[in-house]
C-alpha cells in the first residue's frame, strides 16, 4: 500500500485528509508543519506528500526546495489558499508537482493522487526491454543492437509507458493526464505528434510498433 504523508497545521483538514485518503487504500501519516515531515521521512518510507504551504516555523514551498536540495524525489501535492499566478509560480519553482487551491473537491484530490503515483511509478521503474530494444529512464535513451536514440523527456515517458505494458491499451485521456499532467492545457495533438515523432524514429525497428486503436488510443505491440 502506498503511504501517504499530509502535511497540514490546521487540525480539522489534516484529519479529513488522511480520513478519505484511508477509507480509499492508502496509508495515511499526518504532520503538523514541515519539521515535524522531515522527522517522520527520516523514519517512514513515503510514497508522496500532501502538504500546505502557510504553516508555522517553515512554510511549504521552503520545505519543498529543502526535499528537493536533499535529493527527495517523491512527487508532492500543494493544497493551499495561496491561489496567485505568482504563488504557483513560486511552487512549481520550489519543486512541486502539482498545486490545488482550496477549497478542494476531495475526488479530485484522490485522482490527482493516483495520477502523481502512477507517473513517478513509471519514473521509479528505472529500465525495461523488448527484445533487444532497452529503455532506460536514467538516461532517456533508447538502445538497439543498430543505433542509440536519445529522446526528449516527453517522448521518452509516452514510450517507456507504452512499452511498459505492451498489448496494452492507453486512451488519450490517460496518456494525456499521466504525461502532460492533469493540468495540462496542451492541445491533444501534441500527443498525435510525438506519437508520429516516435514512429519515425523507430519505424525499422525489429522489436516493436505503436499501434493507434481507433476511438480509444494507442498501445505497443511485439514484433514476431
Given amino acids: 500500500m502506498f503511504q501517504i504523508l499530509v502535511v497540514e497545521d490546521d487540525k480539522e483538514l489534516r484529519d479529513l485528509f488522511c480520513t478519505v485518503l484511508s477509507e480509499n487504500g ?43 536540495e536533499g535529493q527527495y524525489t517523491l512527487p508532492i501535492l500543494i493544497i493551499t489558499a495561496k491561489e496567485s ?16 487551491v482550496k477549497p478542494i473537491d476531495l475526488n479530485e484530490m484522490l485522482w ?37 536514440f536519445e529522446l526528449p523527456q516527453k517522448e521518452f515517458l509516452l514510450l517507456f509507458k507504452l512499452v511498459s505494458s505492451p498489448n496494452r491499451i492507453f486512451t488519450r485521456r490517460q496518456i494525456m493526464d499521466e504525461i502532460w499532467g492533469l493540468d495540462n492545457e496542451t492541445d491533444s495533438h501534441t500527443l498525435d505528434v510525438h506519437i508520429s515523432r516516435l514512429r519515425e524514429k523507430f519505424k525499422d525497428n525489429p522489436d516493436f510498433d505503436i499501434v493507434t486503436v481507433r476511438g480509444l488510443g494507442y498501445k505497443a505491440v511485439r514484433k514476431g
Avoid: C, W
Fill in 112 to 148: 490527482r493522487v493516483e495520477a502523481l503515483l502512477r507517473r513517478s511509478q513509471i519514473i521509479s521503474q528505472r529500465k525495461t526491454k523488448i527484445g533487444n530494444t532497452e529503455f532506460d529512464s536514467d538516461t532517456l535513451t533508447v538502445y538497439t543492437k543498430a543505433q542509440e
Fill in 26 to 68: 492508502y496509508i495515511s501519516i499526518p504532520a503538523s508543519d514541515a519539521l515535524n515531515a522531515f522527522d517522520v521521512l527520516e523514519h517512514k518510507y513515503i510514497d508522496l506528500i500532501i502538504s500546505d504551504v502557510m504553516m508555522p516555523k517553515m512554510d511549504g514551498f521552503e520545505m519543498i526546495r529543502s526535499l528537493r
Fill in 85 to 100: 499566478a505568482t504563488d504557483k509560480r513560486e511552487g512549481f519553482l520550489a519543486g512541486t508537482d502539482d498545486y490545488m
